[in-house]
């Protein structure tokens, strides 16, 4: 099992950036699908990137193109978050399952989590 802590959120203007982390309790670098997801008030956790093993990102349709998922160091996890609207804002989650596979955005595929950072974008 993998133990997870996300950091860098916070309260920030539309338009505006922002860098989570999630650092990992041992080596993810290599053999594991990372993940960032989030979760709104009221509604259901969503993927939000994947990044797997070779470091090929996946990125839901809404983020695209202003997310960016990257691995740092050995077991660290980084999501930049550019261009942020209010929709963006949730509580954001790293997630982890060992594979050299595809890494998919269903949430159902991940089994470590960590406890999140609020994220919370206004106008």
């Known amino acids: 099992q993998v133990q997870l802590v996300e950091s860098g959120g916070g309260s920030v203007q539309v338009g505006g950036s922002l860098r989570l982390s999630c650092v990992a309790s041992h080596m993810i670098y290599r053999g594991y699908c990372m993940g960032w997801f989030r979760q709104a008030p009221g509604k259901e956790r969503e993927g939000v990137a994947t990044i797997d093993s070779d470091g090929r990102p996946i990125y839901a349709d809404s983020v695209k193109g202003r997310f960016t998922i990257s691995k740092y160091n050995v077991n660290t996890l980084i999501l930049q978050m550019g261009d942020l609207k209010p929709e963006d804002t949730a509580m954001y989650y790293c997630?982890?399952?060992?594979?050299?596979?595809?890494?998919?955005?269903?949430?159902?595929?991940?089994?470590?989590w960590g406890q999140g950072t609020q994220v919370t974008v206004s106008s």
């Open positions: 997630a982890a399952r060992r594979s050299y596979g595809y890494c998919s955005l269903n949430i159902n595929d991940y089994n470590d």
